[in-house]
């Protein structure tokens, strides 16, 4: 037998009922209605399509218990979301966002934007062992959007005060008992009813560890009875048992062993149910969360109910709405923005080191004692939360009447293990290994060690020192093996294998989080051991090992929305690097440098449809040494020399001019939510001087691509052709970029 466990106990069904009874005059007869709603995932839209018939009918709920996605629905109809606010929130909110612990973008700083979509698999470690963790996803961004909307009770509460009393049902895996959760942070309740394992981190509170309720009462009709209710509505949106085809998916596994595991209570639960509602959701899943699934719940949810209507209206006979002073207690009505702007007393921050509390009020600019907008906290929580710095980030409001703003967040390791693979027709298999060590994830020093095993092999040592905003200050060295082979017009000319060391001193700032300069000083040796093939055109291309000491300043700018296949933003990078073989002269003679650009833009046309326009160019100026010839082809831009500059139509590496810019356009059309088709061309321009480029020699080319954002990362599929090889190309590739 299942236990259940309620965090208000026995006494506290009956006070709850006790508190209940205000609503009602001492003589009024009018049956109290309790309202019940199942879990189900994105099946749960459905609850806010018959809430809209409830209240168009006019039928009072006084009661309302929920699992799950019922209780999160439940929850903020408790306070007095009605169904057509409820509508609203559902239908608009980013789901695929909500579910999934990533910050946009935008709110990362610099260091946070490069680790990210890298890596394949990255496992904190904590006290010299790797962690795993407990669950998929934190909850961290559904949290928060739990915390905004239900502003005003965060403090801990008798659920049974609410404007309509409630309650959601939780189950604890250290016993596997049922838990009722009818007091506490409504917010904290409803994220633990929907915690499934494995996929959401669970709940830890007060000695027990909570996941979804679906586990043990999926529909909790006994809850809504324990507490009052002489009437019941339920809604349920559980799907019928799957066959074998239903089980192909991961969500329809999932759906399966909740219905399993609750099975019983379930059949004893539906006995209890005055008017059973049961919209159709056969063709949709827990994770159905995409906008037109959403918008098409909330009709079947309203066509169930309004096909029961004359149950309905006799129901609501049956309850006594209609005798003259026996109405329902009118709902307080509350919209999403209800609370947008507020005042706040103190802002406190709860989990951080106390020397970093000082640093961390300056960053996230939140002062005590002014208004705030619910917007401003959650761009501060963003903020926070894309250092890496924690794994978890929420805000609560607690006081009366003017409250004080919280900050809650748990450390995250800051050291790490992180894997990454990768396939292509230019370099086949590669694999990625990197190894971090850090002493405090804001402020600190970090040790990292990464090393790429492919034909091309690296292996990078970096130590830096600073914070994770400011400034920062890095040494590393750098190892590299290139065996690379170089044509002209497609034909191969030469090949040169060498070995490759490089050392660097470099500062960077990052104070502002979207914009990075770096400046340093770096040495780097190029040691040739092999030169295969001599038939460049222009004759024989002499090299010798040979070390080179540089001065080099790159600034960045970044505001994709995505790493890849972005919808919205910019990008732009220009550096400068001045060349010597002793810090002040090269050869005897004026060192020489090099200027290099680069600009991407993302132009919306439709929902579908985006141009993105770039520009990419390399200049030497002075007298330049072989090392540093400028060198065109192949999809990403030093990809095998640092100046590679990518060009659609040449597969391989072909030696340019001392002036190169490349112009580049690309239409890409969105397929569904992650395939693209695009068609891009290319025009560039060369010659021995810049300012001769209006008039030099041009090369075009152009490639035809199918892509599909996977969760291993990119994989695309591309035929080019440029007027330069005259030869069709061909380039596939699966897995993030390194």
């Known amino acids: 037998m299942i236990r259940v466990i309620s965090t208000f106990g026995t006494r506290g069904l009956l ?13 009024a007869q009018r049956k109290r209605v309790g309202l019940v709603l199942s879990g189900g995932g994105a099946k749960g839209a459905a609850h806010v399509g018959v809430l809209k018939v409830l209240e ?13 996605m019922g209780a999160i629905v439940g929850g903020l109809y408790a306070i007095g979301y009605d169904a057509a606010a409820l509508d609203t929130l559902v239908r608009e909110q980013d789901w695929l966002f909500l579910l999934g612990d990533k910050v946009y973008r935008y709110n990362l700083p610099f260091s946070e934007k490069e680790m990210t979509e890298k890596y394949l698999v990255s496992m904190p470690v904590w006290h010299r062992s790797i962690q795993v963790p407990s669950g998929f996803v934190s909850g961290q961004n559904i949290y928060n959007l739990f ?49 499934i394992p494995g996929a959401f981190a669970p709940v830890v509170h007060r000695g027990m560890v909570l996941v979804d309720g679906g586990i043990s009462n999926n529909f909790p009709a006994d809850v809504a009875r324990a507490m009052g209710a002489e009437i019941l509505i339920g809604v349920d949106v559980q799907s019928e048992l799957k066959d074998e085809k239903g089980l192909e998916s991961v969500m329809g596994v999932v759906d399966q062993l909740t219905s399993f595991l609750g099975l019983r209570k379930y059949e004893e639960n539906v006995k209890l149910i005055d008017l059973h509602l049961r919209p159709d959701v056969s063709s949709y899943s827990a994770a159905s969360f995409s906008r037109e699934a959403v918008a098409e719940l909330i009709a079947r949810g309203e066509r169930a109910a309004r096909e029961r209507w004359p149950e309905l209206l006799a129901l609501k006979k049956l309850v006594g709405e209609d005798a003259p002073g026996e109405t329902a207690p009118s709902r307080v009505r509350r919209t999403a923005n209800a609370r947008d702007t507020l005042r706040v007393n103190r802002v406190i921050f709860e989990g951080c080191d106390a020397r970093d509390e000082q ?7 939140v002062k005590e004692g002014t208004r705030v907008t619910t917007a401003g906290i959650h761009r501060t929580i963003a903020r926070l939360y894309g250092t890496g710095a924690f794994a978890r980030v929420d805000f609560r409001l607690t006081g009366e009447p003017v409250p004080d703003l919280i900050f809650s967040m748990e450390p995250k390791p800051a050291s790490s293990v992180n894997l990454g693979f990768r396939f292509d027709t230019e370099e086949m298999a590669a694999i990625l290994l990197n190894s971090t060590l850090a002493r405090g994830r804001l402020r ?4 990292s060690l990464t090393g790429r095993l492919s034909i091309n092999p690296y292996v990078v040592l970096d130590y830096s020192l600073g914070n994770t905003f400011m400034h920062r200050f890095s040494l590393s060295y750098a190892f590299r093996y290139n065996d690379l082979s170089f044509y002209y017009k497609g034909v191969k000319s030469d090949n040169v294998a060498y070995r490759y060391h490089r050392v660097a001193l470099e500062a960077s700032n990052m104070f502002v989080k979207n914009f990075n300069l770096q400046a340093g000083v770096r040495y780097e040796y190029h040691d040739y051991r092999a030169l295969l093939y001599a038939n460049y055109p222009a004759g024989n291309v002499v090299v010798k090992p040979e070390g080179l000491f540089s001065y080099y300043a790159v600034a960045r700018m970044e505001t994709f929305d995505k790493r890849y296949y972005p919808s919205r933003g910019h990008s ?11 810090l002040y002269s090269y050869k005897g003679a004026s060192p020489f440098s090099a200027l290099d650009f680069y600009y991407e833009s993302v132009v919306t046309l439709t929902r579908r449809v985006k141009l993105i326009p770039s520009l990419h160019g390399r200049v030497l100026l002075g007298k330049p040494a072989s090392p540093t010839l400028n060198y065109i082809g192949g999809t990403l831009a030093g990809r ?26 690309k239409l890409r059309y969105r397929l569904g939510a992650r395939h693209y088709v695009s068609l891009a061309g290319n025009y560039l321009r060369q010659g021995d001087r810049f300012f001769d480029l209006p008039g030099s020699g041009a090369m075009a080319g152009g490639e035809l691509g199918y892509s599909y954002d996977s969760i291993i990362g990119p994989l695309d599929v591309v035929f080019n052709y440029s007027n330069w090889t005259r030869k069709p190309g061909f380039y596939f590739n699966v897995g993030y970029y390194f």
Do not use: K
């Open 15 to 27: 006070l709850l009922s006790l508190l209940s009874l205000p609503l009602l005059d001492a003589g």
């Open 56 to 68: 168009e009918a006019g039928v009072p709920v006084d009661f309302i218990a929920g699992t799950s």
């Open 147 to 195: 915390m905004d909307l239900t502003i005003g009770h965060h403090d801990s509460t008798l659920f049974a005060r609410l404007p309509t009393p409630f309650a959601c049902v939780a189950s604890n895996l250290v016993d596997g008992s049922e838990v009722v959760l009818d007091r506490g942070s409504l917010p904290l309740a409803m994220r633990a009813s929907m915690a």
């Open 359 to 365: 640093w961390l009020r300056a960053i996230t600019r």
């Open 444 to 447: 600190g020093s970090r040790l």
């Open 572 to 582: 732009f990078r220009a550096g400068y690097t001045l060349y010597t073989d002793n």
């Open 640 to 665: 095998y020399l640092p100046q590679q500059i990518p060009f659609a139509g040449v597969r391989n590496l072909e030696p340019a001019q001392d002036a190169v810019v490349v112009a580049r356009a």
